[in-house]
């Protein structure tokens, strides 16, 4: 056997592992990859695959890859005789390394790997040291897009622009823990024909636009349905409107001045939900790209793409029905056109190598045809896999108690800031009922019910899969058993106390202290603990929250079977398992972090 050609998946994937900090299946697969020498001289290598196996298996991890090295020399003049043979190849020709305590072939040629315990309690008493941030994925992107909340000027921001605010700034606050650049985009919807009619309505409603100011303008919501209640009924004001779209776009500046009046309206109110949200945004709309766009869309025309369709111009797309429409039939622009443009600005102006955009699930089909034009530009590479990348992150609908979509009694849509102000009350209500206003001063009691409440409404949308649509209740979500925010951070609170009430200076111990698992409670505790990064990773490429709660629920189940099973103050372990406390309570609050939830510490 000689070395092979290495694939270039391995090349990148080799490249991502000299930084493997923390993460187990890297950290085995590198190992693993050593062994990958032993393929036919001139074949490709297979990547080393290795899983972490289910709870209460005897082993922690699997590998895969004799099975996958049988399938390149097997009818090759092999001495093997099978998998199970490449297997025991495999582990034989395996380096020694502290992290593992065995291996051994299981079944068809699985490579079962049992870590050692005394690596793992030495990697956990490291992070206790290092700080959580050492056990952050690393990713091979160095510069991202997010673009989320994106709401639209004047119309409604409902509870889908709920979701998309709390899914990308989770998704955001992974790319940033995994040491990524992210820019946060608010991708508002500043631009386009409603902004005739509004504006038309408020020079009736507002001679002196100067004198207009927030409270005069009432809810935006109102004034929206108003002006188009009188746009659908009266042609003389639809003229108008029309005619006020052409000025504002033409730049003249008393248009451009109404128009930013109200833009700034809005943005005070989708300020007021960031800010209680604690999500941190930066607002580019969509008038933003309008210096670009005729540029852009001529760089496509140039190339060949654009074609002439019922008098607009349109991209014509593989597998759609549709073509993508780029210039409507009046020389405007559109959706696409800007979201294009905005691609080519990430791209090539920013300089991004993956671009995520956060919405419903109804708007796939227009981002699969925009990133699909992009591909045809030549903008993308042809596998949407390989960086730079795009990726539309869906989710779907919220639903009422009733089955229906979300609404509360007074309106037909659901104001965000109300939302948030009941979960509040009703978090502070529960906790009156525990006696803890008499417990605590009204801050910590403000705090707490903010902290529970945010955090509730927050988890209960990041649980779901993105995809599904779920159901919200406040009831469920408030409650302090099962998977919800509540019984996490109590749990997490709990922690805390255990540690406050041993009277030990946890940081000293930290420093001194040796941490063991020899219990198996406090292995499979531990084992959990340094998944952590992987899960991270995991939750990253995959774009998917879900697996962080997933997994933190998890850890607080494995913490309350261990504190169930183990001692911990007054026992001989006492050190060893307080540092466990400790390292279980980082993790959790780096968790709660991730998704943008304020923990507590005391209940
Ligand atoms: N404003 C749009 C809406 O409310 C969402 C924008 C999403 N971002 C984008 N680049 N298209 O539906």
């Known amino acids: 056997f000689a070395f092979a050609t ?38 490709p290598s297979v990547e080393p695959l290795v899983a972490a196996s289910a709870p209460g298996k005897f082993e922690d991890y699997q590998c895969n890859n004799a099975m996958g090295l049988w399938s390149i020399i097997k009818g090759k003049g092999t001495q093997f005789k099978g998998p199970p043979a490449v297997g025991q190849a495999l582990v034989k020709s395996l380096p020694t ?25 030495k990697s956990i008493e490291n992070m206790l040291i290092d700080g959580v941030d050492t056990w952050a994925p690393s990713l091979p992107v160095k510069r991202a897009v997010v673009d989320f909340s994106s709401p639209n000027i004047a119309k409604e921001m409902h509870v889908g622009h709920l979701r998309s605010t709390i899914i990308g700034d989770t998704i955001a606050r992974m790319l940033e823990f995994s040491k990524v650049e992210v820019l946060r985009r608010n991708h508002v919807g500043d631009w386009g024909t409603q902004f005739g009619m509004l504006i038309e309505y408020l020079f009736e409603k507002f001679p002196d636009t100067d004198s207009v100011t927030e409270t005069a303008i009432g809810d935006l919501q109102v004034f929206y349905k108003a002006s188009k209640h009188k746009f659908d009924l009266d042609e003389e004001f639809k003229e108008k409107a029309q005619q006020a779209v052409v000025r504002l776009q033409g730049g003249d500046p008393l248009y451009r001045k109404a128009w930013a009046k109200i833009c700034d309206i809005s943005r005070t109110e989708f300020a007021m939900v960031y800010q209680r949200l604690r999500v941190e945004l930066e607002e580019k709309g969509e008038s933003f790209y309008n210096p670009y766009i005729s540029k852009v869309i001529e760089e496509l025309n140039t190339k060949g793409l654009v074609e002439e369709s019922e008098g607009a111009r349109v991209i014509f797309l593989e597998g759609f029905n549709i073509p993508l429409m780029v210039v409507k039939s009046d020389g405007g622009f559109n959706y696409a ?23 419903d699930v109804g708007q796939q089909q227009h981002f699969n045809m925009f990133f699909k034009a992009a591909r045809k530009a030549g903008w993308l590479p042809e596998n949407d896999e390989t960086y ?33 102000d009941e979960a509040k009350t009703r978090s502070k209500i529960a906790l009156v009922e525990h006696g803890k206003d008499k417990e605590w001063t009204p801050e910590e009691l403000d705090q707490t019910a903010e902290a529970i409440g945010y955090g509730a409404v927050k988890y209960a949308d990041l649980k779901n899969n993105r995809l599904t649509n779920y159901t919200f209740s406040f009831d469920q979500m408030l409650n302090d058993k099962g998977n919800t925010a509540v019984y996490l951070l109590y749990a997490h609170a709990r922690i805390c106390s255990i540690i406050r009430k041993s009277g030990k200076d946890i940081d000293e111990l930290k420093k001194t202290g040796n941490l063991a698992l020899d219990h198996p409670d406090e292995r499979a505790l531990g084992l959990h603990l340094l998944r952590f990064a992987e899960t991270v990773e995991e939750a990253c490429t995959n774009l998917l929250p879900s697996v962080l709660c997933e997994y933190l629920y998890y850890l607080s189940d494995y913490y309350t079977r261990f504190y169930s099973n183990c001692q911990v103050n007054g026992s001989p372990e ?8 400790e390292a279980t309570a980082i993790v959790m609050r780096k968790c709660f972090h991730l998704l943008g939830i304020t923990p507590v510490y005391k209940i």
């Open 388 to 420: 730079p990348r795009v990726n539309h992150v869906g989710f779907g609908l919220v639903l009422g108690e009733d089955g229906k979509r979300f609404r509360t009694r007074a309106t037909d849509v659901v104001r965000l800031v109300d939302l948030l």
């Open 6 to 43: 290495r694939a270039k998946s391995l090349a990148t994937m080799a490249a991502v592992n000299e930084e493997c900090t923390g993460n187990l299946k890297r950290q085995l697969a590198k190992l693993f990859d050593v062994s990958l020498k032993l393929t036919v001289p001139g074949e």
């Open 337 to 359: 056109s800007t979201d294009l443009t905005a691609l080519w600005y990430r791209l090539n102006e920013e300089k991004a190598e993956w671009i995520i955009y956060v919405t």
């Open 574 to 581: 006492e050190t060893s398992r307080l540092l466990l406390c």
């Open 97 to 121: 390394s502290e992290m593992v305590e065995s291996c051994s072939v299981a079944g068809p040629g699985f490579i079962n790997v049992v870590l050692s315990p005394k690596w793992m309690a």
